[in-house]
């Protein structure tokens, strides 16, 4: 496949004012206050494609790499065409399967139709299982999809390279390894909920080696693409520190198992990589105090406030500084009418709202 019309393509849109005004403004917005009730960022004009941008789905970009670059650029072409105010950002989109399968997990591939990322089978035994991966030992981080993944950032970064503002303005942020628990879900399997109660020393080995692994993969990841800086972008987003931790997991714990399973683990990856965000679906009301007491966490992107007490969400969120990205719009409307003070710590990015807030072109 030949890339380059549409490199030239996304490279001749780009403006180095707008980016450098844009990045400007999220810089303020991660590491101080914004100055209206929401940052709700937009580039002044749209810039439209010359060219036809194909789809490409999820499936025939896990089999190849430039059907890989071509969706992730694809998706910087619209965020320009929208005049949107994203940062460009791609990625190696190969699920939440990555971490799993280095440890030996199977692929579970959706049907093509369903245009799904994949994910892993459970390792067959459970608590056996874990005990023989355990026998194991640190697997290597180029096995299953880790060789893949790591290949297709080689690849970007050399597809950008002869492209100055692309490679300048695109970012290539890290893969989705998930969190820790959320990694020995993926493995273990829904028996986890109960083999944590009966076997918590078991539980606790396994994240120690997952945690160990996960450590061990950013920092090949980081060896390939490095960080830039104090702050990184993900999923066209800018947060403090370097990684975006997910704990969908959490929902599924207590306070006290949250305390005990969770947060000691994601802890040891925060303090290696200069802390960062966090992001869980569902329910995380019950466990958001002892989440945000955490070292090093900067931002959090939730995507259901409604099953939250959002009351409580908020006072150990953006009362403590800490951002909220990524966050749904219908949640900030109600809490801006129901008098609540967003502090300027609130990212949103649904067009309608960000053009109630966003600055006006000068």
């Not at 093509?112 to 056996?128: V, W, Y």
């Not at 944590?196 to 450590?215: N, R, W």
């Amino acid at each position: 496949m030949d890339l380059g019309p549409y490199l030239q393509d996304i490279e001749a849109r780009l403006d180095p004012a707008v980016e450098n005004a844009l990045e400007d403004e999220w810089r303020r917005f991660t590491f101080g206050t914004w100055d209206e009730p929401v940052f709700a960022p937009a580039r002044p004009r749209p810039a439209l494609p010359g060219i036809e941008w194909p789809s490409v789905t999820v499936n025939k970009a896990m089999d190849d790499f430039d059907a890989m670059a071509l969706q992730q650029l694809r998706m910087c072409s619209q965020v320009l065409a929208d005049g949107g105010g994203a940062l460009l950002s791609v990625r190696c989109n190969y699920g939440t399967g990555i971490l799993p399968s280095v440890f030996g997990a199977e692929l579970f591939v959706m049907d093509e139709e369903l245009n799904t990322l994949p994910t892993t089978r459970p390792l067959a035994g459970g608590a056996d299982a874990m005990r023989r991966l355990l026998d194991r030992g640190m697997p290597d981080i180029r096995a299953g999809l880790g060789a893949r993944t790591f290949e297709m950032a080689e690849r970007f970064r050399r597809i950008m390279a002869p492209y100055p503002k692309t490679s300048r303005y695109v970012h290539i942020y890290h893969p989705d390894v998930q969190g820790p628990m959320d990694v020995c879900e993926l493995l273990w399997g829904s028996g986890l909920f109960i083999d944590v109660a009966d076997y918590p020393a078991l539980v606790k080995d396994v994240l120690e080696l997952i945690t160990a692994a996960y450590i061990a993969f950013m920092r090949e990841w980081e060896k390939i693409v490095p960080f830039e800086g104090d702050a990184t972008v993900h999923w066209g987003m800018m947060h403090r520190g370097r990684v975006m931790l997910r704990d969908d997991s959490a929902m599924n714990f207590s306070p006290e198992m949250y305390r005990e399973f969770i947060q000691p683990y994601d802890q040891r990856v925060l303090d290696a990589f200069m802390g960062g965000a966090i992001h869980f679906c569902g329910r995380g009301d019950h466990y958001i105090a002892d989440m945000c007491s955490s070292r090093g966490v900067y931002a959090i992107a939730m995507s259901q406030p409604h099953l939250n007490d959002m009351d409580r969400i908020y006072t150990n969120t953006i009362e403590r500084g800490i951002k909220l990205i990524g966050f749904p719009s219908d949640e900030a409307r109600r809490a801006l009418a129901s008098g609540r003070d967003l502090l300027g710590h609130v990212h949103c990015a649904d067009p309608s709202f960000r053009h109630q807030f966003a600055r006006k072109p000068a």
